[in-house]
């Protein structure tokens, strides 16, 4: 199976993608909606979590991994890479959803000058600036913490007037940098895409990490096929979650686009 783990809901959205363009292999998903949120633990705290769920889901057959949650691929990708995989699963992979993202946001800049809008977490790690200036040192980044765009998201609000002025605050600093291409930089981010552009004006790229993850995977498949000979191809879905309430149904739904049945893990 191809894993996709991500903190909570917002990892949906990414699997949402794969989806459509890879529907016939075998999907497992795993939210940690006991634990939410990671955006705001430490990097000892997250990495602890994203290998508690890296065995848990290689324990479960995946062969692949996607880390949807951008708190995890920036905090915790790189260690489980170098030093996990080599010492205990070899032959398996871990993916994230950071550098994809970071690639596409390059390369649809013209004036080199891109936003990044993220959790506090992936912010303070400085993670996406790192990796877009080890691919252009020259290019300039500005940052910015939304720290109540996710609970106003899993609260429902996203259609609510205070929301878009709250985004209208968020990203007026991102404005008067003059960026032209802006990273969402959390799934959860990607429910209120339209309400981002809105604000941002047509002329603004915006680059959401499940599509061009989805894309990106296809063509890494293509690459690697000693991997993708290992992926079963029975057009299976399973969603794991680590706490089930009436709150992660709504959610849930409203991530992926229709019901989900989640069955309930302890890692």
């Not at 959803?97 to 970071?102: E, R, S």
């Not at 290992?230 to 229709?258: E, I, K, N, V």
């Amino acid at each position: 199976m191809i894993g996709v783990f991500d903190s909570g809901f917002g990892g949906l959205v990414v699997l949402r993608e794969f989806l459509q363009l890879l529907p016939r292999y075998d999907y497992l998903y795993l939210g940690d909606n006991a634990r939410i949120p990671y955006g705001t633990r430490s990097d000892r705290v997250v990495y602890r979590f994203t290998e508690q769920a890296v065995d848990f889901l290689f324990a479960q057959g995946c062969q692949l991994i996607i880390l949807a949650c951008h708190t995890a691929s920036a905090k915790a990708l790189r260690t489980i890479q170098q030093r996990y995989l080599p010492a205990r699963y070899p032959e398996r992979r871990v993916l994230g959803v950071l550098i994809p993202t970071v690639e596409e946001a390059l390369s649809l800049s013209r004036n080199r000058r891109i936003g990044v809008i993220a959790t506090e977490g992936t912010v303070t790690s400085r993670s996406f600036e790192m990796e877009l200036h080890k691919l252009d040192p020259q290019v300039e980044v500005y940052q910015q913490a939304c720290p109540l765009l996710v609970p106003l998201i899993e609260e429902g609000e996203q259609e609510w007037e205070g929301t878009r002025l709250i985004l209208r605050r968020y990203l007026a600093p991102l404005q008067a940098a003059g960026v032209d291409t802006l990273i969402l930089g959390c799934t959860h981010y990607s429910i209120l895409k339209e309400q981002i552009q809105e604000v941002m004006g047509p002329q603004i790229n915006l680059v959401c990490s499940g599509q061009v993850s989805a894309v990106k995977l296809v063509d890494y498949l293509k690459r690697h096929p000693e991997i993708e000979a290992r992926l079963s191809r029975g057009g299976g879905r399973r969603y794991l979650t680590t706490d089930l309430t009436p709150r992660f149904a709504r959610l849930a739904g409203l991530f992926m686009g229709q019901p989900v049945a989640a069955e309930v893990v302890e890692m």
